[in-house]
């Protein structure tokens, strides 16, 4: 067989392999897009819920399979009083509480027992930009449960990508706002 020919045939067999890559990693993304809309719920659970409680943490478990779950298990096992992460709890809470003196549409909670719903900062890296240190991660909205109605604790809401901490909750407050009517 002479080299061209050769080249040739690996060419062909390289090209398919990445056409049958392609195709595979599309049908993972449907497959995860139909099976996350199912059990997910929306910002507009939060719609009337007025407490919230702010958690800063760095999640210990990343779980490929089911990552909401591990999310809402660490967010009900974490200190909420925990001062580790104060970068980003100062970022985010800074921006929280203009928010809640300018709509008056949310109010803190101190603990678990009394917040109806969850932020959740999960501290991935820190950023060192002339000096000045930026805590990045993903924001969740996490919902607690009802016993009596039967629902399990779950993310209602996720920030579209890793990020500083206050485009986090700029993208989160905005999203409240929308859906609150608030302008």
């Given amino acids: 067989m002479s080299r061209a020919c050769t080249q040739s045939v690996f060419t062909a067999a390289a090209l398919l392999m990445f056409v049958c890559n392609c195709f595979a990693l599309v049908s993972q993304d449907q497959r995860r897009l139909i ?8 910002l507009s659970e939060v719609r009337t819920k007025k407490r919230a409680l702010l958690v800063v943490s760095r999640a210990p478990i990343i779980d490929t399979q ?4 591990a999310i809402v298990e660490s967010v009900l096992r974490a200190d ?23 709509y008056k549409s949310m109010s803190s909670a101190t603990q678990l027992s009394d917040a109806d719903y969850i932020i959740f900062f999960n501290v991935l890296e820190y950023h060192t930009v002339l000096n ?11 919902v607690k449960g009802t016993p009596e109605g039967q629902k399990p604790p ?9 990020q500083w901490a206050g485009d986090a909750i700029q993208d989160l ?9 608030e302008s």
């Fill in 154 to 162: 779950r993310v209602v809401w996720k920030s579209k990508k890793v």
């Fill in 35 to 42: 099976s996350g809309d199912q059990g997910r719920g929306s």
């Fill in 66 to 69: 089911d990552n909401e779950r």
């Fill in 132 to 142: 000045a240190v930026y805590p990045y991660g993903e924001l969740f909205v996490i």
């Fill in 173 to 181: 407050l905005r999203d409240l706002k929308t859906m609150r009517g």
């Fill in 80 to 102: 909420p009083q925990a001062k580790r992460y104060q970068l980003a709890y100062g970022t985010i809470s800074k921006r929280l509480n203009n928010y809640v003196n300018k």
